[in-house]
């Protein structure tokens, strides 16, 4: 029996480990539908007026609505939308009844319709607050002259359209947007793959305790023999 110890142990620690880190994942899950179904309660909440003193961790997914006229000049982010393939985010200025001047991401135009003139005048914005994550180390820089933009960097907008680095992605704008279509911001990219981990983790286990049975049926084969 002293030389099953060894894969015993061996074998039952591994096991312990991973269904350990597969009920961990679990609970992350648990944690992080939590904290979906918290932004998705605000992004549907009521709309709030535009805040005078900003933060952004409190703030952000807020929903408004603005009142005022919008800008024809567009700062143009590249993107690519799913089932829609490549194109542009356009971002505006947008100057509300107080006299306060905030960016608007009006939506999505595919490729060819970067430049097509856009609605200036008034209008009426409902949407959320939002401050996007969209550079990482391999974004190449944005490109103001050509209007190229490859990250919503709110404050390098902010400084060419003149406006508070303040940002409200447009779910509904009246009148509408010719030839514009609205990416309101959602949870959709916001990942939650602790179910497969825990999966992964699982799966693991099981193979973890084969392995360990074919280790321990090899030992006492070959004490038979």
Do not use: C
Not at 55 to 78: F, H, N
Not at 107 to 122: L, S
Request: proline share 8%; aromatic share 8%; glycine share 6%.
């Amino acid at each position: 029996m002293r030389r099953y110890i060894a894969p015993l142990l061996i074998g039952l620690t591994g096991i312990a480990i991973l269904l350990w880190l597969g009920t961990w994942q679990l609970q992350r899950l648990e944690w992080k539908r939590s904290i979906l179904d918290e932004i998705e309660t605000t992004i549907a909440s009521a709309p709030q007026p535009l805040p005078r003193l900003i933060d952004p961790e409190a703030q952000r997914y807020q929903p408004t609505t603005l009142t005022g006229e919008i800008g024809a000049e567009t700062l143009a982010v590249l993107v690519s939308v799913k089932q829609r393939g490549a194109g542009w985010r356009l971002i505006s200025a947008f100057q509300t009844a107080e006299g306060r001047r905030v960016l608007v991401d009006r939506g999505f135009v595919p490729v060819d319709r970067k430049d097509r003139p856009r609605y200036a005048g008034p209008a009426e914005v409902t949407g959320n607050l939002h401050w996007p994550d969209d550079r990482n180390s391999s974004t190449p820089d944005n490109d103001p002259a050509d209007n190229t933009w490859f990250a919503r960097d709110l404050a390098q907008m902010a400084d060419r359209l003149d406006t508070e680095p303040l940002l409200v992605v447009t779910r509904t704008m009246s009148p509408a947007d010719e030839g514009v279509s609205p990416l309101p911001v959602d949870t959709s990219g916001i990942p939650n793959d602790h179910l497969q981990y825990a999966i992964t983790w699982y799966s693991l286990a099981a193979v973890w305790l084969i392995m360990t049975g074919v280790w321990i049926r090899r030992l006492k084969t070959g004490r038979e023999a």
